[in-house]
T-cell receptor, first 110, second 116 residues
Framework: DAKTTQPNSMESNEEEPVHLPCNHS???????IHWYRQLPSQGPEYVIH???SNVNNRMASLAIAEDRKSSTLILHRATLRDAAVYYC???????????FGTGTRLTIIP | DAGVIQSPRHEVTEMGQEVTLRCKPI?????LFWYRQTMMRGLELLIY????????DSGMPEDRFSAKMPNASFSTLKIQPSEPRDSAVYFC??????????????FGSGTRLTVV
């Protein structure tokens, strides 16, 4: 499986945008970039995913580099409820497995 | 929709006892996954099913672990006999073929297992 690299932890101020980076230099053409997050004492929660183009949904935006070797999850206005571990995952089309790495622990400062 | 339902939420058992964890996936979902989470190893995929059939059990740690899906609305993960190193949070997740690329996988709240 292609690997992703994320910072272990990040901090951000409440009500400011947050940019969570992810490197995936060995991504293949059929790998989708998925983001999940895990709030304290909860199961992982789907955030967003994309293949080549940038994506927006009600939770976040996903910016994908032109060469697809990196991506950034953008939370437009962080709240205390966004404090969680964020996982960047490569999921190959046709393979149902979702393999989690260590993720980025995001702390929001009031 | 009640989401993916797991029971029990917490389980404390003695070493050597049989433990059964239960999962009810979202109605209409055709894939079901069992994960285990520990501080040391993070989130690990144990096994997954498609249309009630086990597809990949390569993550099941030992023969002491077994999983079944007798119908589309119920799955169990059994550990017999249990050992202290099985202590972890066990998550169940489900998805459906035409939805997972739009809504992803839905996880339950997990079962925290403690084996003493």
């Amino acid at each position: 499986d292609a690997k992703t690299t994320q910072p272990n932890s990040m901090e951000s101020n409440e009500e400011e945008p947050v940019h969570l980076p992810c490197n995936h230099s060995t991504i293949s053409g059929t790998d989708y970039i998925h983001w999940y997050r895990q709030l304290p004492s909860q199961g992982p929660e789907y955030v967003i995913h994309g293949l080549t183009s940038n994506v927006n949904n009600r939770m976040a935006s996903l910016a994908i580099a032109e060469d697809r070797k990196s991506s950034t999850l953008i939370l437009h206005r962080a709240t205390l409820r966004d404090a969680a571990v964020y996982y960047c995952i490569l999921k190959n089309f046709g393979n149902e497995k979702l393999t989690f790495g260590t993720g980025t622990r995001l702390t929001i400062i009031p | 929709d009640a989401g993916v339902i797991q029971s029990p939420r917490h389980e404390v058992t003695e070493m050597g006892q049989e433990v059964t964890l239960r999962c009810k996936p979202i109605s209409g979902h055709d894939y079901l996954f069992w994960y285990r989470q520990t501080m040391m190893r993070g989130l690990e995929l144990l096994i997954y099913f498609n249309n009630n059939v086990p597809i990949d059990d390569s993550g099941m740690p030992e023969d002491r672990f077994s999983a079944k899906m007798p119908n589309a609305s119920f799955s169990t993960l059994k550990i017999q006999p249990s050992e202290p190193r099985d202590s972890a949070v066990y998550f169940c997740a489900s998805s459906f073929l035409f939805g997972r690329d739009r809504w992803g996988y839905t996880f339950g709240s997990g079962t925290r297992l403690t084996v003493v």
